[in-house]
T-cell receptor
Framework: SQQGEEDPQALSIQEGENATMNCSYKTSINNLQWYRQNSGRGLVHLILIRSNEREKHSGRLRVTLDTSKKSSSLLITASRAADTASYFCATASNAGNNRKLIWGLGTSLAVNP | DGGITQSPKYLFRKEGQNVTLSCEQNLNHDAMYWYRQDPGQGLRLIYYSQIVNDFQKGDIAEGYSVSREKKESFPLTVTSAQKNPTAFYLC?????????????FGPGTRLLVL
């Protein structure tokens, strides 16, 4: 079942602006991951943040995690047209031997040149 | 090149026909997964495997079957029992650690019904 929820469902911004998308989840997690999917392609892993971490950076990406609110945000700074894609969050349970990621429905980002 | 490949890119199925989607990885990953993605939707897990000759049903296994005879390969068969097979199918693999880590995805196969 899908437990992650991203918002907004769709986001349209101008090149150079920052894009923020949020993810909420319901169960206790070991880690939360963000992936990008270009249209008609496979998913690409962007960043993984563990439950004991609050913030993580990778290039123009900044991810925060608030386990008390069961939420995460992905910030893309200085966006480019090439950032146009769908972005998904996925959570990994902290229950032992659970190999499944729980996926959100995604945020569709359009960066206009 | 290390990676995960899927074939074919497009697949057409006739009514009552079984079709098989290929997934191969050379990342030496123990775990492999099959997902279904419908337009504008997230990923739904069909089957996953943690070790050769073993696999578990995901959330939507009905109408699908898999095998894991080799570590590198995890083919998915869409059977005639799957009444709405039109979708984008994604295969993924990952290392096997205490908790679920990063999954690496193939390029996907789009299945269409004639």
């Amino acid at each position: 079942s899908q437990q992650g929820e991203e918002d907004p469902q769709a986001l349209s911004i101008q090149e150079g602006e920052n894009a923020t998308m949020n993810c909420s989840y319901k169960t206790s997690i070991n880690n939360l991951q963000w992936y990008r999917q270009n249209s008609g392609r496979g998913l690409v892993h962007l960043i993984l943040i563990r439950s004991n971490e609050r913030e993580k950076h990778s290039g123009r990406l900044r991810v925060t995690l608030d386990t008390s609110k069961k939420s995460s945000s992905l910030l893309i700074t200085a966006s480019r047209a090439a950032d146009t894609a769908s972005y998904f969050c996925a959570t990994a349970s902290n229950a032992g031997n659970n190999r499944k990621l729980i996926w959100g429905l995604g945020t569709s980002l359009a960066v206009n040149p | 090149d290390g990676g995960i490949t899927q074939s074919p890119k497009y697949l057409f199925r006739k009514e009552g026909q079984n079709v098989t989607l290929s997934c191969e990885q050379n990342l030496n990953h123990d775990a492999m997964y099959w997902y279904r993605q419908d337009p504008g939707q997230g990923l739904r897990l069909i089957y996953y495997s943690q070790i050769v000759n073993d696999f578990q049903k995901g959330d939507i296994a009905e109408g699908y079957s898999v095998s894991r005879e080799k570590k590198e390969s995890f083919p998915l068969t869409v059977t005639s029992a799957q009444k709405n097979p039109t979708a984008f199918y994604l295969c993924a693999s990952s290392t096997l650690t205490a908790y679920q880590e990063t999954q690496y995805f193939g390029p996907g196969t789009r299945l269409l019904v004639l």
